[in-house]
């Protein structure tokens, strides 16, 4: 009996530990397109901005060239891109999605767009605490086919509440203005880089990267993998 | 004896098994906080801090015998660009072009609009 127990424990801690089995997807099953058109220099578009912070877009800017090359993928230098675009009066909004992939093979011989979109990118403070929110679309487009190659989104919450141990109202009154301040202080772009970082390691990898080719069977969480609702 | 021969054969395996050391595929230095201090607060000295940084990082690229990362000899090359060294341009998009074949289309264009730049310059003097 003491040993059916045991048993049936084993069995459901095995099951807790598979249970997410579902959700998960290869690389491959998830990304079959991209493996098959293998994309090597990707043209990220300048970001498109549908959160409350007007600099998000800017900032943003700076974080994702490099991971995208280490990832193995050549990047179009994002600053000349973003200037040629400025100059040749292309839209920085919603309306750039209307552009046709296809136009920037012609422009800059981009095999793939990467559209970007910043859904959130702000501050919330509560009476005894505070967290920092970064939520980002990533869709990869080809100019060949103008095809959905690659797309995931992810949020990311950093709790800012401060840390202080005074109890009673004056502790709870140093610690609202604890978090005021930490929440102020803390930047988005070590955020932004590290929801970039787990976003990316969704990517199959480009022909300059290492594991080119050998990383179909790398399991990724499906439900980012997904369009949004 | 046999086994103690064994053992220590493992224990070596293990102590080993860590240490080929992974070579970094770019040098990408401090770009994105050169980049990021530069649209904070635009100005000459941002910008030329971004400037130096961009060409840092290909000093350590070759020093580490690395290729210069992606887009950073045309990054550079445009900004030699806005400040009318053309020629220093040129040189700056070929060796991009020439590093990374993908970009040829992008580089072609800037090499040809660096070209008349130089040209209307030389002109207005």
């Known amino acids: 009996m003491k040993i059916f127990k045991l048993a049936a424990l084993i069995a459901v801690a095995i099951f807790s530990l598979t249970a997410c089995g579902p959700n998960m997807v290869t690389k491959k099953q998830a990304y079959g397109e991209m493996y098959k058109e293998k994309p090597v220099s990707l043209l990220v578009l300048p970001p498109i901005n549908q959160s409350t912070a007007a600099d998000a877009k800017e900032f943003y800017d700076t974080t994702i060239a490099e991971p995208l090359t280490l990832h193995g993928y050549y990047v179009f230098p994002i600053e000349v891109i973003d200037s040629i675009m400025r100059n040749e009066g292309y839209p920085d909004t919603e309306e750039l999605v209307n552009v046709p992939p296809q136009k920037f093979k012609d422009l800059f011989g981009a095999d793939a767009v990467m559209f970007i979109v910043i859904k959130k990118w702000d501050t919330s403070y509560y009476v005894i605490g505070g967290n920092v929110k970064v939520s980002i679309s990533y869709i990869i487009k080809s100019t060949t086919t103008g095809d959905v190659l690659w797309r995931y989104h992810d949020t990311l919450k950093v709790d800012t509440t401060g840390q202080n141990r005074v109890g009673g109202i004056a502790g709870l009154v140093l610690q609202t203005v604890e978090t005021a301040v930490k929440t102020a202080m803390t930047n988005y772009v070590p955020i932004a880089r590290r929801l970039n970082f787990i976003a990316l390691n969704a990517i199959p990898a480009g022909k300059y990267s290492p594991v080119y080719e050998k990383d179909m069977k790398q399991r990724i969480s499906k439900s980012q993998t997904q369009p949004e609702k | ?125």
């Open chain 2, 1 to 125: 004896m046999k086994k103690l021969v064994l053992m220590f054969l493992i224990v070596a395996f293990f102590a080993v098994g860590c240490a080929p050391k992974v070579k970094p595929m770019y040098y990408w230095g401090n770009y994105s906080q050169t980049l990021y201090s530069m649209k904070k607060n635009p100005g000459d000295k941002t910008t030329a801090a971004h400037q130096a940084c961009l060409v840092q990082i290909i000093k350590d690229s070759e020093a580490h015998n690395t290729r210069v990362p992606p887009g950073v000899y045309g990054e550079l090359g445009f900004m030699c660009m806005q400040e009318k060294k053309d020629q220093d341009a040129i040189k700056y998009f070929k060796t991009e072009e020439t590093t990374y074949p993908e970009s040829s289309v992008l580089m072609e264009k800037l090499i040809a609009s660096a070209k008349s730049d130089e040209k209307s310059d030389s002109e207005q003097k």
